[in-house]
């Protein structure tokens, strides 16, 4: 397991593969509530909103340049790509198709909050939770 | 050669790839080392932002609203949750915990077949599994997903499910900041450390470990008595089923996982285990819970035997109230309902009620070689409060 080589033809195909094998419905597993009340605390729900999507793109932000600074680094290396050609490049019809899935996990994970917001509000299952929690509370502390 | 940031945590990759680890690529592994270094920034740069907000300002004002000096951490959490830093400080420390979940379930979930292959060629029924599909969940754990963890411990999502284990592996490196080691298993050390240092002819031959999840902590206890027999138990079978391959593919073969629940040991014998220990595992239990462990582990416990429980410290009197305060964060904000509470109590007054005596009795530092440095990540270093007891030998022997 993990003996292949980043950069490797199979490494490649098999990461695209698991970028275009995100269903939607495995996108609602991955952003799925933990059971239990969530505090608020922020004045509004919009800020807590903008904090998670703020720490969220602070996170890719910090991972797309670890990986242009990969990039660079092996291209420097290696002296492969004359580097004005990313300037003039315009991905093919299966590139195009690749690059816009990634960007919508891309979007899912930097929106967690919000969807697990309509999650909640659609499964109305915190009340419910709370209510549980507070039983075993109670029954403990009696 | 330019050195590391001396707040970095070490990169994610030095974590050890034995043969249950998920496969992950570039962009995984920078994920995992950004929450690494959030956390990090949190709890040394801003941390102390929120001592010095209470100081001068929150503290001022509460007093003036009390007419007297606050009685309670209650008193303090209710007035620093009004305070601008501490709020934000808080709401992005809870969306590390978030996003770590995040990147591992994004990592785990979409190999989780292929996961549950690599676990059934690992696992042997008939030698270091022993599940129990009967067995009730109890409540402290069905009605919390605890540390924010969607589904926790028990949640399987295909038959022969692994990924709640390997969900739970990968992340603990970046959340305690490698601090846990590059198996996690620094508690575990710490223990066998421990022993040596005071109890250095202690030779247990046969063990049990309450609440084990996927045996990190237990596996090193493993390997320094070779010819034990370890039992480690947990109520959840997809991370037993995980904690059983993971050892195979460490080459340990000493530990029997068993799908059980430490309210009821009634399967084994009174007597019949040298050491029982716990890590971490009572802040996750109600209290009604901790008394009936605390009951079947006096009983399976032999005469001359050790139990050893890894806590974080209670809150005792000397405690100041703002310590008190931010130790009790994850309690509010990190899905541990029972945290707050377990540590109001007087643990050793517990285990008096369950049938050990005074002289039995003992509190201990339990502390592994690497602690970090620097300001202290409550509840996320590799030094913990041990709970102990040694059990009076019976007369004659």
């Known amino acids: 397991m993990g003996a292949e080589q980043p950069g490797t033809p199979t490494a490649h195909k098999k990461q695209l593969a698991k970028v275009n094998d995100m269903s939607d419905d495995l996108n609602h597993l991955i952003n799925k509530n933990a059971k239990g009340r969530r505090p608020q605390f922020l004045n509004t729900k919009a800020e807590e909103h903008l904090m998670s999507m703020t720490m969220a793109l602070m996170q890719e932000l910090a991972v797309t340049r670890e990986r242009l600074d990969t990039l660079e680094r092996l291209v420097a290396q290696k002296g492969v790509l004359d580097l004005p050609e990313i300037e003039t490049y315009r991905p093919d019809a299966e590139a195009e198709a690749e690059r816009q899935t990634a960007q919508q996990k891309l979007i899912a994970t930097v929106m967690r909050s919000m969807e697990q917001e309509i999650h909640a509000l659609s499964e109305q299952e915190t009340p419910e939770v709370n209510q549980q929690l507070q039983a075993v509370n109670d029954d403990r502390a009696a | ?397």
Request: hydrophobic share 40%; glycine share 6%.
């Open chain 2, 1 to 397: 050669m330019t050195k590391a940031a001396k707040s970095s945590p070490p990169a994610w990759h030095h974590v050890e790839q034995h043969g249950m680890f998920p496969d992950h690529d570039h962009d995984d592994v920078a994920r995992f080392n950004f929450v690494a270094s959030m956390n990090k920034y949190l709890a040394q740069t801003l941390g102390a932002g929120n001592e010095l907000a209470y100081d001068k300002r929150v503290l001022p004002a509460l007093k003036k609203e009390l007419r007297r000096d606050p009685r309670s951490r209650h008193e303090i959490r209710e007035a620093m949750n009004r305070d601008p830093f501490h709020s934000v400080w808080s709401a992005a420390k809870r969306n590390t915990m978030e996003q770590r979940q995040q990147i591992s379930r994004s990592i785990v979930l979409p190999q989780a077949d292929d996961l549950k292959e690599r676990a059934d060629a690992l696992i042997s029924e008939a030698r270091n599994l022993e599940l129990d599909p009967d067995l009730a969940l109890p409540s402290y754990i069905a009605s919390v997903d605890h540390h924010c963890m969607p589904g926790s411990y028990h949640t399987a999502l295909i038959e022969g499910d692994v990924s709640a284990g390997a969900n739970y592996d990968m992340g603990m490196f970046a959340t305690t900041g490698g601090a846990m080691g590059q198996l996690t298993d620094m508690a575990g050390r710490a223990v066998v450390d421990w022993l040596k240092a005071n109890h250095p002819t202690f030779a247990p031959k046969r063990i049990l470990d309450i609440g084990c999840t996927i045996g990190h902590t237990t596996l090193p206890i493993a390997e320094a008595f070779p010819d034990a027999e370890v039992i480690a138990i947990d109520v959840a079978a997809p991370v037993l089923r995980y904690a059983a391959a993971r050892a195979a593919s460490l080459g340990i073969d000493n530990v029997r996982f068993v799908q059980a629940d430490g309210e009821d040991l009634s399967r084994f014998e009174a007597g019949s285990f040298d050491m029982v220990y716990t890590s971490m595992f009572l802040h996750e239990t109600s209290n009604a819970a901790l008394r009936n462990v605390m009951a079947e582990v006096q009983r399976v416990l032999a005469p001359g035997g050790l139990t050893l429980h890894l806590e974080q410290p209670s809150y005792t009197e000397d405690m100041p109230l703002y310590e008190q305060f931010i130790r009790d964060w994850d309690a509010h904000n990190n899905n541990e309902p029972f945290w707050s509470r377990l540590h109001d109590l007087n643990i050793l007054d517990v285990m008096q009620d369950s049938g050990f005596s005074e002289p039995e009795l003992f509190t201990a530092r339990v502390a592994a070689a690497t602690v970090l440095e620097g300001p202290e990540d409550h509840g996320r270093g590799a030094a913990w409060h041990a709970y102990g007891a040694q059990k009076t030998a019976s007369e004659g022997e």
